[in-house]
């Protein structure tokens, strides 16, 4: 359905709400002739520097977790929490977004950038007594959490504010998943950099591990993480406008819903539930090592290509959705069929495990931003920095849990396979259902012509 065939909203909801200061004619509000920056791209790229370090820092330790155990004494669950820490920094969203809808992209990234800096600097922290040094370094990886609800929601705040209208899905795809690339870099840097308790030397028939050594080698990777933050922070610190001189559309110049109605607005739609149900499916199992790190790759490289073309050719985000979530079905069940060799008797082999796994992290991951951009769409006027704080706040309440239950309770995890091929289709049939309404590119093609 097309931005000209939704019946969703009503004549007034596409009304422009531009602000007093626009310029009038007889009462009658006059669109707003938009206009690009050079800059954004710098915005854009400090910015996604930010997510991308943020991502790295949060995926420092899983890489390396048996080095990290030899050297501070981790145990398997210290690890386990480590991560969990991610989820948990997204508890105090309300705040986040609320500070991104009242204070705009400068005082939001400023404030995540030196939450960033303090997390980092907790970590390096030279104690002797090592069980003080590890609380400091999950208080650490926690700071680093409650940076993530800006850095990952304000994505298509950034694109609508400093983009015009057919360039906004590909800064929407750029900003919201180069902080996946840094934690699938994590998987490279870690090892690379830190030796492994195996790579030490055997003498007789005894291992000997060098603690220090390999603490140390870990210590240089936090320290170069800290110094990048604090550049970076420096950097926003000195330049980061919150937004562009002139807008660059009729849409990123209109008025708003207040907070309290947008969040009233978010909760009480039909459509907005049925999307933030979709959105909860982006959790898979399978994301460690190579697998998780070609996963991440290909779903951020094929996920900027195909915002790209969701820009070229507008008003076609569900059948991307379409397209995407049926090769993430058609891969998760090839996955799980394969698992069960005994059964359907089909080949399992390296390659096929590993081409089904990452196949279904690609199509997974490359629809995060279309599902981004529909969901605006579909809630607009809801401002864009309250619209994706609501989903990545429930999505990662459901990750959270999930890494809760799998660390505590559960020991058997056969049954994750049918729980992604499930997801995965019912996915595609919620999508199907959908009907999609495209408001905010009607008042960018329409209105401003």
Same mark, same amino acid.
């Given at each position: 359905?097309?931005?000209?065939?939704?019946?969703?909203?009503?004549?007034?909801?596409?009304?422009?709400?531009?602000?007093?200061?626009?310029?009038?004619?007889?009462?009658?509000?006059?669109?707003?002739?938009?206009?690009?920056?050079?800059?954004?791209?710098?915005?854009?790229?400090?910015?996604?520097?930010?997510?991308?370090?943020?991502?790295?820092?949060?995926?420092?330790?899983?890489?390396?977790?048996?080095?990290?155990?030899?050297?501070?004494?981790?145990?398997?669950?210290?690890?386990?929490?480590?991560?969990?820490?991610?989820?948990?920094?997204?508890?105090?969203?309300?705040?986040?977004?609320?500070?991104?809808?009242?204070?705009?992209?400068?005082?939001?990234?400023?404030?995540?950038?030196?939450?960033?800096?303090?997390?980092?600097?907790?970590?390096?922290?030279?104690?002797?007594?090592?069980?003080?040094?590890?609380?400091?370094?999950?208080?650490?990886?926690?700071?680093?959490?409650?940076?993530?609800?800006?850095?990952?929601?304000?994505?298509?705040?950034?694109?609508?504010?400093?983009?015009?209208?057919?360039?906004?899905?590909?800064?929407?795809? &750029?900003?919201? +998943?180069? #902080?996946?690339?840094? !934690? %699938?870099?994590? *998987?490279?840097?870690?090892? /690379?950099?830190?030796?492994?308790?195996?790579?030490?030397?055997?003498?007789?028939?005894?291992?000997?591990?060098?603690?220090?050594?390999?603490?140390?080698?870990?210590?240089?990777?936090?320290?170069?993480?800290?110094?990048?933050?604090?550049?970076?922070?420096?950097?926003?610190?000195?330049?980061?406008?919150?937004?562009?001189?002139?807008?660059?559309?009729?849409?990123?110049?209109?008025?708003?819903?207040?907070?309290?109605?947008?969040?009233?607005?978010?909760?009480?739609?039909?459509?907005?539930?049925?999307?933030?149900?979709?959105?909860?499916?982006?959790?898979?199992?399978?994301?460690?090592?190579?697998?998780?790190?070609?996963?991440?790759?290909?779903?951020?490289?094929?996920?900027?290509?195909?915002?790209?073309?969701?820009?070229?050719?507008?008003?076609?985000?569900?059948?991307?959705? &379409?397209?995407? +979530?049926? #090769?993430?079905?058609? !891969? %998760?069940?090839? *996955?799980?069929?394969?698992? /069960?060799?005994?059964?359907?008797?089909?080949?399992?082999?390296?390659?096929?495990?590993?081409?089904?796994?990452?196949?279904?992290?690609?199509?997974?991951?490359?629809?995060?931003?279309?599902?981004?951009?529909?969901?605006?769409?579909?809630?607009?006027?809801?401002?864009?920095?309250?619209?994706?704080?609501?989903?990545?706040?429930?999505?990662?309440?459901?990750?959270?849990?999930?890494?809760?239950?799998?660390?505590?309770?559960?020991?058997?995890?056969?049954?994750?396979?049918?729980?992604?091929?499930?997801?995965?289709?019912?996915?595609?049939?919620?999508?199907?259902?959908?009907?999609?309404?495209?408001?905010?590119?009607?008042?960018?093609?329409?209105?401003?012509?």
């Amino acid at each position: 359905m097309g931005a000209a065939e939704s019946t969703e909203s009503t004549e007034g909801e596409r009304e422009p709400l531009l602000g007093p200061n626009q310029p009038q004619t007889n009462g009658i509000v006059q669109p707003v002739n938009g206009r690009v920056y050079a800059r954004r791209w710098v915005v854009l790229a400090l910015f996604s520097a930010l997510g991308f370090l943020q991502g790295l820092v949060w995926n420092t330790w899983g890489p390396i977790q048996n080095s990290a155990k030899h050297a501070y004494g981790f145990s398997s669950t210290d690890i386990a929490v480590l991560v969990i820490w991610g989820p948990v920094g997204f508890f105090p969203w309300l705040l986040f977004v609320w500070l991104m809808d009242k204070k705009g992209l400068r005082a939001s990234l400023l404030l995540a950038a030196f939450l960033m800096v303090l997390g980092a600097a907790l970590r390096i922290i030279p104690l002797t007594d090592l069980q003080l040094r590890r609380w400091l370094i999950h208080g650490g990886q926690l700071l680093n959490g409650l940076a993530g609800p800006t850095l990952m929601s304000a994505g298509p705040l950034l694109s609508t504010t400093w983009f015009a209208p057919d360039q906004r899905a590909t800064a929407t795809a &750029v900003a919201s +998943l180069v #902080g996946y690339l840094g !934690a %699938a870099c994590s *998987f490279l840097a870690g090892p /690379l950099a830190v030796p492994a308790p195996n790579d030490t030397q055997t003498v007789s028939t005894t291992t000997h591990w060098d603690p220090e050594h390999i603490r140390h080698r870990i210590e240089i990777v936090l320290y170069a993480e800290l110094g990048a933050i604090v550049l970076l922070f420096a950097a926003v610190l000195l330049y980061f406008p919150s937004r562009p001189p002139i807008p660059p559309s009729v849409a990123a110049a209109s008025q708003r819903l207040s907070y309290r109605s947008s969040i009233c607005r978010l909760m009480s739609a039909y459509r907005t539930t049925v999307l933030i149900i979709l959105i909860f499916n982006h959790i898979s199992s399978v994301d460690a090592g190579w697998i998780g790190f070609w996963s991440i790759v290909g779903g951020c490289v094929v996920g900027v290509a195909m915002a790209r073309f969701a820009d070229f050719i507008r008003g076609m985000l569900k059948l991307l959705l &379409v397209l995407m +979530l049926a #090769g993430a079905s058609l !891969a %998760a069940t090839w *996955f799980t069929l394969t698992c /069960l060799t005994r059964l359907t008797h089909l080949p399992s082999t390296k390659a096929t495990l590993y081409t089904s796994c990452i196949l279904v992290g690609i199509f997974i991951n490359s629809s995060i931003p279309i599902f981004f951009e529909l969901f605006i769409e579909t809630v607009y006027p809801v401002p864009e920095g309250i619209t994706c704080g609501v989903v990545t706040f429930l999505s990662n309440l459901f990750t959270g849990l999930l890494l809760f239950f799998l660390t505590f309770y559960f020991t058997e995890l056969s049954w994750l396979n049918w729980c992604l091929t499930g997801s995965c289709l019912f996915s595609l049939l919620l999508v199907l259902l959908f009907r999609e309404s495209y408001d905010r590119l009607y008042l960018d093609v329409f209105v401003s012509v």
